[in-house]
Each structure stands twice: as structure tokens, then as C-alpha cells.
């Protein structure tokens, strides 16, 4: 099989492509990464010396250069977790994240379309359905929005499910939650906690720190997306979930205590316009169809995330740029943290 793989220089995508090669040895794998902010070329370190795998720097909003991919690979699949994926900068910066995250997106369909793909696999968010304070979405919950990150993916959503039922496209679309593991670009609250802890920095909790996410590790998400590219049905929405829910703060002070650093470092700030306050998604659906469930307990993923961070940190230093800080600089002034 041919698989393209789009955004496989970021966290999630980085983390398949590792997991994909050994599980599927003959598989032909072209990763199409723009190399953003959030792209590296390190996050697959080793990997161009395999055989059957090749990398494109490419814009997916831009059709010319898609069209030359699919031309010259001829995909059976495609999986695209290319993104803008930060909230916080959505809010800053929208623009960005309607083009890629949607015009992009309508690009791969077109191309996906014209090239005979077989299975086209959009990587979406929970976070399409907003907040719930009790109870679970599934995967026919309304969908509804609360950023221009989670809006921009929502309407993804939308288009991809129009090329199925308008062209017949076999499109699957997943939905997990709240990701952490090895890769992940610390402004995310995960990396951002263990990085900012590592060379005592402050650690900005937004709010009252009480709202709550699903933790999921990223293997499990990436042996999800691989069950659900595999044996999913077309037309078909699944959600993914670890089902371990905790508060910000619940998440801050555990990997404070595991670093043995002082809870001092906390300081609360502003809270995030639109601020979600709980994500939850059933994951009954890929349980009974496909027998996904999560297999990492948060304390084995976190241990192997900090791990991963501790020995890491040259990483964490070459993810830190001087655009990188000048953007940090202006948004924690204006969250009110001063310490950065
Ligand atoms: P990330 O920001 O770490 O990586 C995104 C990758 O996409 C980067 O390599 C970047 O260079 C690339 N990219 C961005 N714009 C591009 C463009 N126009 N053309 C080509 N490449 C482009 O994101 P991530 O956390 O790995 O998320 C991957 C996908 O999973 C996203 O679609 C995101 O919405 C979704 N998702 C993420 C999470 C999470 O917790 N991280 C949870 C649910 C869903
Ligand atoms: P984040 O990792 O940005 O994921 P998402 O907003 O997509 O769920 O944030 C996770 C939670 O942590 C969210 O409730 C916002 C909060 N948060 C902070 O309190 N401080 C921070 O510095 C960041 C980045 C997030």
C-alpha cells in the first residue's frame, strides 16, 4: 500500500509514521509537510534512511504542489494531520487556521478525488462538539465550536463528509482527545509544564485551573487511527479517548511533584475567551466496531513523556526560537505573567 501522510513533521503525525513503518513493513509512506513553527525535521530523525519512506516540504493549502504529489506517488491512502493546532494562537491569529485547516483540507479532498485514493482519513478534534459539564458526546452529538482552531476543524469536518455523500469519496474522520507523548511542541499544556519545570520557569494555569481534559497517550491514538484507516467503515465518524479526565491543575501539580519542583511555580493568569470548560467523548463506538481501547495508563505516559523531555532538551532549545519567544513574550504580557 501507498500511504501520504500530510503534517508527519508535527507531534501526532511524527509519532504514526514511527508507529506505522514497523507495524507495516512494505508500506510506502510520502509524509507532505510545510514545516511550520511546529514541523521538525528532527521529530523523524532516522527515517530517511528507509527505503520506503521520502519527505515533501509542501503547503497543502496549495494546489499545484498537491497535485504534483498525488501525480507522482499515486496514493491508495491519505491521512492528514497537517494543522495549525494551538488554540491560543487561533485566538491571536485566525487567518491561518481557516486556510489550512480548511481550504487545505479541501484541497487533499480535490486531490483525493482526482487520484483514485481509496481511503481518506481526516485527523479531527473533540473538540468540534465544545463543552459538555456532564456526560459524553458520541459521534452523532451536535457539533459546536467555541474557537477558530475547533470551528476551522468542525468545518473540515463538514466538507469532508460532503465529498462523501456528494462524490462518493471513502472518507473516515477520527476525533480524540486532548494528545500528549514525545514530539509535542511545548506550548501545549503537557510539554509546556514539563519544559517550563525543567529550566524553572513559571507555569501559567489559566483561570481557576479547574477545567478538564481527557488525557490520552499517543500511541494509543496512533494505533487508533491506524485501526480505524484499516477496518473503519467509510461515512464513519470515531471518536478516540483515553478516559482518564482531570483538571489542569490536577495534571500541573502531579508532574510538579514527579520533577520534585516547587508548586511556587504555578502562577495563575487570565483565563482563554471562549475557555472550554470540560471535554468528554464515548469511545463505545470504536470499542464494539473496531476493538480500540486506550492501553496506556496516564502514569506509565507521563513517565515515559518526561522521560522523553528530560533527555530531550536540546529539542525543547531548537523548538524554542527567537520567533518562538518574541510570540511568548507579547502573549504572557498580556495574560499578566511576567516571569517568562
Ligand atoms: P502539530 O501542530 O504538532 O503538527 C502539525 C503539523 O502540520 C506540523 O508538522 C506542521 O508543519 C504541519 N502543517 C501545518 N500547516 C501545514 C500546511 N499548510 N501544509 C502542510 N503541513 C502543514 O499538531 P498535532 O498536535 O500533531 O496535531 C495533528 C492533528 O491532530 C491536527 O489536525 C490536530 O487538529 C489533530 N488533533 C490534535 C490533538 C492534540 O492533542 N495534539 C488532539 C486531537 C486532534
Ligand atoms: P492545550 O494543551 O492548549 O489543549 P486544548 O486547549 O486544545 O485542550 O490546553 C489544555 C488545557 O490547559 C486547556 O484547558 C488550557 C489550559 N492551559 C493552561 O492553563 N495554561 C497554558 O499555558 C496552556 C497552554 C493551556
Not at 487511527?225 to 477496518?231: A, P, R, T
Amino acid at each position: 500500500m501507498k500511504l501520504l501522510v500530510t503534517g508527519g513533521c508535527g507531534f501526532i503525525g511524527a509519532n504514526f509514521i514511527r508507529y506505522y513503518v514497523k507495524k507495516h513493513r512494505s508500506c510506502a509512506i510520502l509524509n507532505v509537510d510545510k514545516l511550520t513553527y511546529a514541523g521538525n525535521l528532527q521529530n523523524l530523525e532516522g527515517m530517511e534512511e528507509r527505503k520506503n519512506y521520502r519527505f515533501v516540504r509542501a503547503d497543502i493549502t496549495n494546489a499545484a504542489q498537491m497535485r504534483q504529489a498525488f501525480r507522482r506517488f499515486r496514493p491508495d491512502a491519505v491521512v492528514n494531520f497537517a494543522a495549525e493546532s494551538f488554540v491560543d494562537r487561533s485566538i491571536a491569529a485566525p487567518a491561518a487556521f481557516l486556510k489550512t485547516n480548511f481550504l487545505g483540507v479541501g484541497v487533499l479532498l480535490n486531490c483525493a478525488l482526482e487520484y483514485g485514493a481509496t481511503r481518506f482519513l481526516q485527523v479531527s478534534t473533540d473538540e468540534v462538539y465544545g463543552s459538555i459539564l456532564k456526560g459524553k458526546f458520541h459521534e452523532r452529538s451536535v457539533i459546536d465550536p467555541s474557537s477558530p482552531y475547533s470551528a476551522s476543524k468542525a468545518a473540515a469536518d463538514g466538507l469532508v463528509m460532503a465529498f462523501h455523500r456528494t462524490y462518493g469519496l471513502p472518507v473516515l474522520i477520527t476525533r480524540s482527545s486532548n494528545n500528549y507523548g514525545p514530539y509535542q511542541f511545548p506550548e501545549k499544556l503537557i510539554p509546556l509544564i514539563i519544559s517550563n519545570a525543567l529550566n524553572h520557569q513559571k507555569i501559567p494555569v489559566y483561570g481557576d485551573g479547574l477545567h478538564v481534559r481527557d488525557w490520552l497517550y499517543v500511541g494509543d491514538n496512533c494505533r487508533a487511527i491506524d485501526l480505524v484507516l484499516h477496518k473503519g467503515r467509510t461515512g464513519e465518524i470515531y471518536n478516540i479517548g483515553a478516559q482518564y479526565e482531570r483538571t489542569n491543575l490536577y495534571v500541573v501539580e502531579k508532574i510538579l511533584r514527579i520533577l520534585n519542583k516547587p508548586l511556587g511555580l504555578i502562577e495563575h493568569v487570565k483565563d482563554r475567551p471562549g475557555h472550554d470548560r470540560r471535554y468528554a467523548v464515548s469511545i463505545t463506538k470504536i470499542k464494539k466496531q473496531l476493538g480500540w481501547q486506550p492501553s496506556v495508563s496516564f502514569e506509565a505516559g507521563l513517565s515515559k513523556t518526561i522521560d522523553w523531555y528530560e533527555h530531550n532538551r536540546s529539542w525543547i532549545e531548537n523548538t524554542r526560537t527567537g520567533a518562538y519567544r518574541s510570540f511568548y513574550r507579547k502573549y504572557y504580557s498580556g495574560l499578566g505573567l511576567k516571569n517568562f
